[in-house]
C-alpha cells in the first residue's frame, strides 16, 4: 500500500510533519517563510521540497514535488495573531490570519483527500473581519464559521476539537483548536480522526501535570450540529456551510477540567 503524500503550509519546525513521519506518511513539500524555522525542518526531512512564500507556491508546485491528492493530507497552522484575545482580533481580515484564504485557494487547486488545521480557541469568539456588519457571530459564527464554511463549499465533511498540550505528556496548558476535513463531506472519516470511543472513561490530569494520551472526558462535552452523542470535546457538521452558533449549531467557546461553555442562543 502507498503512503500518504504530506504537504505542510506554515510548516514552522515541522511539528505537525513529525507526528505524521511516526505515522508513516511520506512528507514531500514545506511552505515556511522564517528561514530559521526551515532549515529546522529541512534537518528533519532534507528530501522535501521547501518554498517560502504561500502566497506564491501553486497547487502545480506541490504536486510537483511529490504530492498526491488522493492520498494526500495538507496541514495549516496558520497565523493566530489576528485571533488572539491579546491582539487587535482584525480575524479573517487581518493580513496574518487572513492567510487562511490561501489555505481555501490551495484545497481548491488540489482537492486532497484530507486537511488538517490547527489554531488558538481565539479563532472560536473572533469576528471574521472588523467590517463585517453587526450580528457577525449571530448570522455566520465569525471567523470560525467563515472557516468552516469555506471547507463545506469545497465539499469537505469536517469536525473540529479542542485540544489541551497538557493531556498529551507536556506540563503546561496550551490549547488549541483543531480542524479536520475529509474530502466528499464524509461525516464519519473526519470525526473518528479526532475520537477514541474507547476511552470515554478517562479521568483529567491533575493541573501542573502531563496526562498520558488523549484524555477524552477531559475539559469539556460534546458539541454537535446533529445532536448526535459521539463523543466528548467535539464539534461537527456535515458539508454545511452556515455555522452560526445560534442555537441551531452549538460552539464550543471554552473549556475547563470542572465546566465547559457552549454558545447557545436558545437555551
Same mark, same amino acid.
Given at each position: 500500500?502507498?503512503?500518504?503524500?504530506?504537504?505542510?503550509?506554515?510548516?514552522?519546525?515541522?511539528?505537525?510533519?513529525?507526528?505524521?513521519?511516526?505515522?508513516?506518511?511520506?512528507?514531500?513539500?514545506?511552505?515556511?517563510?522564517?528561514?530559521?524555522?526551515?532549515?529546522?525542518?529541512?534537518?528533519?526531512?532534507?528530501?522535501?521540497?521547501?518554498?517560502?512564500?504561500?502566497?506564491?507556491?501553486?497547487?502545480?508546485?506541490?504536486?510537483?514535488?511529490?504530492?498526491?491528492?488522493?492520498?494526500?493530507?495538507?496541514?495549516?497552522?496558520? =497565523?493566530?495573531?489576528?485571533?488572539?484575545?491579546?491582539?487587535?482580533?482584525?480575524?479573517?481580515?487581518?493580513?496574518?490570519?487572513?492567510?487562511?484564504?490561501?489555505?481555501?485557494?490551495?484545497?481548491?487547486?488540489?482537492?486532497?483527500?484530507?486537511?488538517?488545521?490547527?489554531?488558538?480557541?481565539?479563532?472560536?469568539? $473572533?469576528?471574521?473581519?472588523?467590517?463585517?456588519?453587526?450580528?457577525?457571530?449571530?448570522?455566520?459564527?465569525?471567523?470560525?464559521?467563515?472557516?468552516?464554511?469555506?471547507?463545506?463549499?469545497?465539499?469537505?465533511?469536517?469536525?473540529?476539537?479542542?485540544?489541551?498540550?497538557?493531556?498529551?505528556?507536556? =506540563?503546561?496548558?496550551?490549547?488549541?483548536?483543531?480542524?479536520?476535513?475529509?474530502?466528499?463531506?464524509?461525516?464519519?472519516?473526519? @470525526?473518528?480522526?479526532?475520537?477514541?470511543?474507547? $476511552?470515554?472513561?478517562?479521568?483529567?490530569?491533575?493541573?501542573?501535570?502531563?496526562?498520558?494520551? @488523549?484524555? $477524552?472526558?477531559?475539559?469539556?462535552?460534546?458539541? &454537535?450540529?446533529?445532536?448526535?452523542?459521539?463523543?466528548?470535546?467535539? &464539534?461537527?457538521?456535515?458539508?454545511?456551510?452556515?455555522?452560526?452558533?445560534?442555537?441551531?449549531?452549538?460552539?464550543?467557546?471554552?473549556?475547563?477540567?470542572?465546566?465547559?461553555?457552549?454558545?447557545?442562543?436558545?437555551?
Amino acid at each position: 500500500m502507498e503512503s500518504l503524500t504530506v504537504a505542510s503550509l506554515f510548516d514552522g519546525i515541522g511539528g505537525f510533519l513529525l507526528a505524521f513521519s511516526r505515522a508513516g506518511a511520506r512528507t514531500v513539500a514545506t511552505v515556511e517563510i522564517n528561514q530559521a524555522a526551515a532549515a529546522v525542518s529541512a534537518r528533519h526531512f532534507p528530501d522535501a521540497a521547501q518554498f517560502d512564500d504561500v502566497t506564491k507556491v501553486t497547487g502545480h508546485d506541490l504536486r510537483a514535488a511529490g504530492f498526491v491528492p488522493e492520498r494526500g493530507i495538507l496541514t495549516a497552522g496558520w =497565523p493566530c495573531q489576528d485571533f488572539s484575545v491579546a491582539g487587535r482580533r482584525a480575524g479573517l481580515g487581518g493580513a496574518r490570519s487572513g492567510l487562511w484564504w490561501e489555505v481555501v485557494r490551495l484545497l481548491a487547486e488540489l482537492r486532497p483527500a484530507w486537511f488538517v488545521g490547527e489554531n488558538v480557541p481565539g479563532l472560536l469568539s $473572533s469576528v471574521c473581519d472588523p467590517e463585517c456588519p453587526g450580528g457577525c457571530m449571530r448570522t455566520h459564527g465569525g471567523a470560525m464559521g467563515a472557516v468552516l464554511g469555506s471547507l463545506a463549499e469545497l465539499g469537505y465533511g469536517f469536525a473540529y476539537r479542542v485540544l489541551d498540550a497538557q493531556h498529551f505528556g507536556v =506540563p503546561q496548558q496550551r490549547k488549541r483548536v483543531v480542524i479536520v476535513g475529509h474530502s466528499g463531506a464524509a461525516f464519519g472519516a473526519a @470525526a473518528q480522526v479526532l475520537l477514541e470511543p474507547e $476511552s470515554g472513561a478517562g479521568d483529567s490530569a491533575p493541573r501542573g501535570q502531563a496526562g498520558e494520551g @488523549a484524555d $477524552s472526558d477531559a475539559p469539556s462535552r460534546l458539541a &454537535t450540529t446533529r445532536g448526535d452523542d459521539i463523543a466528548p470535546t467535539l &464539534t461537527t457538521t456535515y458539508g454545511k456551510s452556515n455555522f452560526r452558533g445560534d442555537g441551531i449549531d452549538a460552539l464550543i467557546l471554552e473549556d475547563s477540567s470542572e465546566h465547559t461553555h457552549t454558545h447557545n442562543e436558545s437555551s
